[in-house]
C-alpha cells in the first residue's frame, strides 16, 4: 500500500476499489429517479442524492457481492435499491422531524414542502421494489421488503419512545436496530444472497451490518452532543431540541437524582425549553459519565462488527470493510 493510499480512510479506500460499480450504480439511480410526467421528483430526489452524501449503504452491498464472488450485474441494481430505501427514509424523517438541514444543506421540505417530501420518499420506495423485483430473486425481495417494514416500525417505536423517560437502553436499541441498522445489515445480506454465498457467510454478512449500523447511529446520537455542524451535517443540539431521548440522555437520566431527572421531564417530556438548557445537558451527561459511556458503547458495537466478518475468505474487502467498522467510530475514539 502506497504512503498516499494509506492515509485515506477506509471508506475512501472502499470508493476507489469499488469506484466503476458505483458509476454504474449513480448511472442507474439517474435513470430510474426520471420521471416523464412530474419533474419535481427527480428536482427533489436529485437534490438529496447529489448532496454529497457518502453512499454508505450501497457500497456495502456491493463490497459484500464482491467479497463472495459476484461477477454482476443485479448487485447494481440492490445497490440502487438500498440508496432509493434510504433516501426515501430521509425524506419522511424530514418531515417528521421538521428538520432544516440534511448534510449540511437546506431539507427537500423546506425547499419544497412538506407534501413533495413525502411523496418523493413514496415514489422512490415503490422505485426500489422494482428494482428489487428485477433481479429475480424471492429471497432479495423478502429480504429487502422486511428491512422496509422493520424501518418504518423503529420510526413509529420513536415517536411514542423519544420523549419518555421511562425508554430504557432496550427499547433505545430497538428503535436503533429498526430504523438504521435494518437496512445496513440488509445491505450486507442481500450482497451474500445475490452472490449464491454459503448460510455462514450470508449470515456473517448480516451480522455485520447490523452491528456496523447500531454503532453508526450511537456516533450519530453521540455526535449531537459534541460534534460540529461540519461533521455531523445538522446542527449541534437537533436532539436536544426535538427532545429526542438517546442514548448518552438516557443514560444520565438512568443516573439522575431528583433534581436533574425534573430538568429532564421539562425539557424532554414537557418540551419547555428555555435559554441554556442545552448548556445545563451538557454539563448533566458529563456529571455522570454518559458521553464516555455512549462511546465505549460505539466502540463495543464497532468491535463485534469486525468479528461478525471471521467466516467469511479473507481479502482485500474483508480487510477494508473491518477498517470501516474503525472509521465509523473514528470520530469519536
Not at 450485474?73 to 427514509?89: D, G
Not at 428494482?131 to 421488503?145: K, P, Q
Not at 447500531?214 to 453521540?222: G, N, R
Request: charged share 25%.
Amino acid at each position: 500500500m502506497g504512503l498516499v493510499e494509506a492515509r485515506q480512510a477506509p471508506h475512501d479506500r472502499l470508493a476507489a476499489y469499488l469506484a466503476e460499480d458505483m458509476d454504474a450504480v449513480n448511472a442507474l439511480i439517474r435513470t430510474r429517479m426520471a420521471s416523464e410526467h412530474a419533474p419535481r421528483i427527480p428536482e427533489v430526489t436529485a437534490h438529496l442524492v447529489e448532496a454529497g452524501g457518502k453512499r454508505l449503504r450501497p457500497m456495502l452491498t456491493l463490497a459484500a457481492a464482491r467479497m463472495c464472488g459476484y461477477a454482476g450485474p443485479f448487485h447494481v441494481h440492490l445497490a440502487a435499491t438500498v440508496e432509493f430505501i434510504h433516501t426515501a427514509t430521509l425524506l419522511h424523517d424530514d418531515v417528521v422531524d421538521e428538520s432544516a438541514q440534511r448534510r449540511g444543506r437546506p431539507t427537500a421540505n423546506l425547499l419544497w414542502d412538506n407534501k413533495s417530501s413525502v411523496l418523493v420518499g413514496d415514489y422512490l420506495f415503490a422505485r426500489s421494489f422494482q428494482l428489487m423485483i428485477e433481479t429475480g430473486s424471492l429471497r432479495v425481495l423478502d429480504i429487502l421488503a422486511n428491512a422496509s417494514a422493520t424501518i418504518a416500525e423503529g420510526e413509529v417505536l420513536q415517536l411514542t419512545a423519544a420523549q419518555d423517560l421511562k425508554t430504557d437502553e432496550g427499547i433505545y436499541l430497538q428503535v436503533v436496530r429498526g430504523k438504521t441498522a435494518a437496512l445496513f445489515s440488509a445491505a450486507t445480506e442481500v450482497g451474500g444472497v445475490v452472490a449464491g454465498a454459503e448460510e455462514a457467510q450470508v449470515a456473517a454478512l448480516h451480522d455485520y451490518g447490523d452491528a456496523l449500523g447500531v454503532a453508526f447511529q450511537i456516533v450519530d446520537d453521540l455526535l449531537d452532543y459534541g460534534g460540529t455542524t461540519a461533521v455531523i451535517g445538522k446542527n449541534t443540539g437537533d436532539d436536544f431540541r426535538e427532545r429526542k431521548l438517546t442514548l448518552p440522555v438516557i443514560k444520565a437520566v438512568a443516573a439522575a437524582d431528583a433534581e436533574e431527572r425534573a430538568f429532564w421531564v421539562r425539557v424532554i417530556e414537557k418540551g419547555k425549553q428555555e435559554e441554556g438548557d442545552l448548556d445545563h445537558a451538557m454539563t448533566l451527561l458529563k456529571r455522570h459519565g454518559a458521553l464516555e459511556a455512549t462511546r465505549t458503547a460505539a466502540l463495543g458495537w464497532a468491535a463485534r462488527a469486525k468479528a461478525a466478518l471471521e467466516p467469511l475468505p479473507d481479502s482485500e474487502l474483508k480487510t477494508l470493510l473491518g477498517d470501516l467498522a474503525d472509521y465509523v467510530v473514528a470520530r469519536v475514539a
